[in-house]
């Protein structure tokens, strides 16, 4: 898709969410002492432009405790980022973005004829989703149903409640339904009153006004949240994922991965990743034995069976593949990454460092939020063990090897395309898999179904797992709600990361939020980490 420079505008400039925006927008009845115009495409605007991670979320909490407790990955030694700060960070974009997230609903609220505002109403449910669901997975129970409304000028709304994790998910999978079940695709569509349907036009810099592939994200966004609760409440989730699955409304599908895509956002320059990804202690990350493992068979180039080695990983400064084993390894505390210009300055380290150009690239690898690969995990596991559809194994196959094939086209589609001349990584990158070593990947018995279903399912939170190389708070999902992804038995991780369960809430809720806060935290016994979130067994 193909996205105008202008919209850099909006993801840079945020202080102009406020502006009085009326062109190409319906007009408000006219309120005394109230803006006569919506606002409503740059707050959109604004909104999306939070789908972007933040660099203390990467660089203190990402490589410090997600990808180490779930060993996706490995640290030779801790970055030396304090954990409060990527909480602070994660909390503060999530309660300023909600603000903007009630105050467009306020303007949906106030247009006379609602019937025009369906598809800004669905895609406003769609975002309120992804943000609230992220953040209250990290945390728990948080404040929501009376939070964000401090612009009210209500003194009531300055000190919010928490709200059960359960009550929040029951009502976020309820506005995703109603997205799904109403948004109109029909292109000048009009309501019964006469009024046309609104639009985001412009300012739609996710999808550029595609309303089919918004369809498709709120869809796929209630398959990956009831597939997490189903343990938890069946009775919910069970209708929930055949309706999703049930084809009457499509999900998002190979090719179409949504991100925020710096070259389609008009030469976006994502400064936070080489920063925050790879500086600093986040040059310690190395490939860990465990993803290693599932990628080849020993140490050997010969021995990779898996593809998306090349691109993941790559040899130490001796030319060798050394994964780093989680808490038994010792040594190689260097910034592997130190170099900003060669890649085969790796400062002399010991074991495998993550891959320079993944690392590098600041101008087209896109800020992942849902990949058509998950989907379709998520509905292989659903027919591997009959979770609101009828169990069929041949089913669950066919959907994990779409999987496996969506995440590889995937990877080397990005690099492909990864050309800035001071990161050419298509230049660098080896040749997509032929027929032969397709073959040879997909009958590996790592990766093979044998046909029963215990192997069925082992195999999918493998293959689901290892595809979130790149999204470690999904890995952390997986891995909290199924306690089944890979491990390598030679890893020894610590107690604190074995029964790192969520974040400790933000500190500044201890003083202004000190009644609230306090009552949560009895219920858990103090701000700790070792507490398990709702939908966990």
Not at 323 to 344: F, L, Q
Request: glycine share 6%.
């Amino acid at each position: 898709m193909t996205h105008s420079k202008n919209k850099v505008v909006f993801l840079v400039f945020g202080v102009l969410i406020f502006a009085s925006c009326t062109k190409n927008f319906k007009q408000l009845n006219t309120t005394p002492n109230a803006p006569t115009n919506t606002a409503i495409a740059p707050l959109m605007t604004n909104i999306m432009s939070t789908l972007f991670l933040q660099w203390q979320e990467q660089a203190s909490i990402h490589n410090d405790y997600y990808y180490e407790a779930t060993q996706l990955a490995a640290e030779t030694s801790v970055s030396g980022y304090v954990l409060s700060n990527g909480v602070n960070s994660i909390w503060d974009d999530y309660y300023n973005t909600l603000q903007n997230l009630n105050l467009v609903q306020d303007k949906i609220n106030a247009v006379s004829d609602k019937a025009s505002m369906v598809n800004i109403q669905a895609i406003l449910y769609t975002l309120r989703a992804y943000k609230t669901f992220r953040i209250t997975d990290q945390f728990g129970d948080i404040p929501y149903f009376k939070a964000g409304l401090t612009y009210t000028g209500n003194t009531d709304a300055y000190r919010p409640p928490y709200d059960p994790q359960q009550v929040i998910y029951d009502s976020l999978l309820n506005n995703l339904t109603w997205a799904v079940h109403n948004m109109n695709l029909n292109s000048g569509a009009v309501t019964p009153s006469g009024d046309p349907v609104d639009s985001l036009g412009s300012a739609d810099v996710l999808f550029d006004g595609n309303l089919t592939e918004w369809l498709k994200f709120a869809n796929s966004l209630r398959l990956r949240y009831a597939m997490q609760m189903v343990e938890k409440d069946p009775a919910t989730a069970s209708p929930i994922i055949a309706d999703c699955l049930s084809g009457t409304y499509p999900l998002i599908d190979s090719g179409n991965d949504v991100g925020m895509w710096p070259k389609s956002l008009g030469g976006y320059d994502l400064q936070s990743r080489w920063w925050s990804f790879s500086s600093g202690g986040t040059g310690f990350v190395r490939i860990s034995s465990t993803m290693w493992n599932l990628l080849a068979d020993d140490t050997s180039a010969a021995s990779v069976f898996d593809p998306r080695a090349w691109l993941f990983t790559t040899t130490n400064q001796a030319g060798q593949y050394v994964p780093y084993i989680i808490g038994t390894s010792t040594g190689d505390a260097v910034n592997a990454y130190y170099s900003a210009t060669d890649p085969t300055q790796k400062n002399n380290c010991l074991y495998s460092p993550l891959n320079w150009y993944l690392v590098r690239d600041e101008w087209y690898i896109p800020e992942l939020v849902m990949t058509s690969a998950e989907v379709d995990f998520l509905a292989a596991e659903a027919y591997a063990r009959g979770l609101g559809v009828t169990q069929s194994i041949p089913t669950a196959q066919a959907a994990y090897l779409e999987g496996i094939t969506s995440s590889v086209n995937f990877w080397y589609n990005v690099a492909a395309n990864t050309n800035d001349p001071t990161e050419d990584w298509a230049s660098a990158m080896p040749g997509p898999p032929g027929d032969v070593q397709w073959a040879a990947f997909l009958s590996n018995p790592k990766v093979a179904f044998t046909g029963t279903q215990a192997d069925a399912v082992s195999k999918i939170y493998a293959q689901e797992w290892l595809s979130f190389f790149r999204q470690p708070w999904l890995a952390f999902n997986l891995w909290r709600r199924t306690s089944a992804t890979p491990v390598d038995p030679k890893s020894n991780p610590s107690s604190t990361l074995s029964t790192f369960y969520r974040l400790p809430y933000a500190q500044d809720e201890a003083v202004n939020n000190a009644v609230n806060y306090e009552a949560e935290i009895a219920k858990l016994n103090g701000n700790n980490s070792n507490v398990k979130v709702w939908w966990m067994p």
